[in-house]
């Protein structure tokens, strides 16, 4: 069973960074396109991040020139780089991939996973 697993949030102070990881576990996987996501209580889930198999990579306004989201390809792990956070960056992080699960050589057709969440806070 392919999941998605983020890990690296955490408490901070305005100002600092963090980086958020998603790792993919239960199998071998092609992915084809990568988001990250939050949830601030009360608030809709926003998409934070993006980055195509091609290696486009956009961002929502809120986070552009402080957020990167990039991949290592070896292991297919995500990562956020998230620096100079601010008190309403607070918010539940998740991460989001289309992909495809490989079996013996053959991958499946595309579909969405989601992890969990890992929790950012910051605050003074």
């Known amino acids: 069973q392919v999941q998605l697993v983020e890990s690296g949030g955490g408490r901070v102070q305005p100002g600092e960074s963090l980086r958020l990881s998603c790792a993919v576990s239960?199998?071998?996987?092609?992915?084809?396109?990568m988001k990250w996501y939050r949830q601030s209580p009360g608030k809709q889930r926003e998409l934070v991040a993006s980055?195509?198999?091609?290696?486009?990579?956009n961002y929502a306004d809120f986070v552009r020139g402080r957020f990167a989201i990039s991949r290592d390809s070896a292991d297919n792990t995500v990562y956020l780089q998230m620096n100079s956070l601010e008190p309403e960056d607070t918010a539940v992080y998740y991460c989001?991939?289309?992909?495809?699960?490989?079996?013996?050589?053959?991958?499946?057709?595309?579909?969405?996973?989601w992890g969990r969440g890992t929790l950012v806070t910051v605050s003074a």
């Open positions: 980055l195509s198999s091609g290696g486009y990579t």
């Open positions: 989001n991939e289309y992909l495809s699960v490989v079996r013996g050589g053959i991958a499946s057709g595309g579909k969405d996973y």
């Open positions: 239960g199998g071998l996987v092609s992915i084809y396109d």
